[in-house]
T-cell receptor, first 117, second 114 residues
């Protein structure tokens, strides 16, 4: 089946630094990629939707200058958390959408655990 | 906007027992409905989905779910639970038609006792 990878799986950083998380679709081209944030024992909250070569569409309440998304190719999207603070500590999950045979499918990465000290 | 409620935060069952995880949704029309499973350190895996047609949907790993429009529900069931089924389960709903973006419930943690 289709595989989506994320790197790194865990990252610990100091407050004020920036962190980049990569999301790759390994064996398919993703028309659209999504970034989610998950707090403990809570649901996945959609942060933004990105299409290759276009600016990301951010959900209400998500700071686009804080969470920079770049979708440079059909297999790679990056999320950069700029000037990270402890409240940005969370589990970040990406997902990639593929279209095959006229039907859509969405595949999720394993997530990245960000801890900001 | 659509929303989904998973009323149970935790469910504990014995191995071999049957399982039902509840999911209720709010949407004005017939939505797209999904169940995902998340094991520790892994991404979400799609168990099954309902778009249209037969309201009883069969999924992977022996799971099934039934769409009940009158109750706005899409409960997940399995007749006999295995220890490896212990995980977090998410119900999701999306607007039907075109490219969909699921809205997730908060999840139900399944604990399986030997």
């Amino acid at each position: 089946g289709a595989v989506v990878s994320q790197h790194p799986s865990r990252v610990i950083c100091k407050s004020g630094t920036s962190v980049k998380i990569e999301c790759r679709s390994l064996d398919f081209q993703a028309t659209t990629m999504f970034w989610y944030r998950q707090f403990p024992k809570q649901s996945l909250m959609l942060m933004a939707t990105s299409n290759e070569g276009s600016k990301a569409t951010y959900e209400q309440g998500v700071e686009k200058d804080k969470f920079l998304i770049n979708h440079a190719s059909l297999t790679l999207s990056t999320l950069t958390v700029t000037s990270a603070h402890p409240e940005d500590s969370s589990f970040y999950i990406c997902s990639a959408r593929a279209i095959a045979g006229g039907s859509e499918a969405q595949y999720f990465g394993p997530g990245t655990r960000l801890t900001v000290l | 906007a659509q929303s989904v409620t998973q009323p149970d935060i935790h469910i504990t069952v014995s191995e071999g027992a049957s399982l039902e995880l509840r999911c209720n949704y709010s949407y004005g029309a017939t939505p797209y409905l999904f169940w995902y499973v998340q094991s520790p350190g892994q991404g979400l895996q799609l168990l099954l989905k309902y778009f249209s047609g037969d309201t009883l949907v069969q999924g992977i790993k022996g799971f099934e779910a039934e769409f009940k429009r009158s109750q706005s529900s899409f409960n997940l069931r399995k007749p006999s639970v295995h220890w490896s089924d212990a995980a977090e389960y998410f119900c999701a709903v999306a607007r039907s038609g075109g490219s969909y973006i699921p809205t997730f419930g908060r999840g139900t943690s399944l604990i399986v006792h030997p």
